[in-house]
């Protein structure tokens, strides 16, 4: 999302120096771009002092895009994409959930979510943030 942010920001940057001649400073922070997702738990925290036990915010179109809990916390695991969800559940070692009818596609994964939740919070359980970071390096925005 930062980067749609900073794509957005150079199409208005490119737009103002067609119409005005002058260019722009595009600063776009990643904390920032990912804590508009999460505005109505963060207001949530800030009335309330108590953050929303299932993550700040579970989305309501993808999932996996949440936070999950860890030995040591917690970590955001965002599969997207339908590759990120095979390379989740390969790393995982749950090869099984690709083609289980719960959780084959998004929208089965949405109509079946706490399920889902279940299988993917029994493994972070058993890591540290760092161990399951590791684990998706490279192929799972987390």
Wanted: aromatic share 8%; with cysteine; net charge negative.
């Amino acid at each position: 999302f930062p980067g749609t942010l900073m794509a957005l920001g150079v199409v208005s940057a490119i737009h103002h120096a067609q119409h005005t001649g002058k260019g722009q400073f595009l600063d776009v922070s990643m904390y920032d771009a990912m804590l508009a997702f999460q505005k109505s738990a963060v207001a949530q925290y800030g009335f309330t002092g108590k953050p929303n036990p299932a993550g700040l915010q579970r989305a309501m179109t993808l999932y996996p895009f949440d936070l999950f809990p860890t030995k040591d916390g917690r970590v955001a695991i965002a599969a997207v994409q339908p590759h990120h969800w095979d390379l989740l559940c390969a790393a995982m070692g749950r090869p099984d959930l690709i083609t289980d009818e719960r959780s084959t596609t998004n929208a089965a994964r949405l109509l079946h979510v706490d399920w889902v939740e279940e299988q993917i919070c029994s493994w972070t359980t058993q890591l540290t943030r760092a161990e399951v970071m590791e684990k998706l390096n490279g192929g799972i925005p987390a």
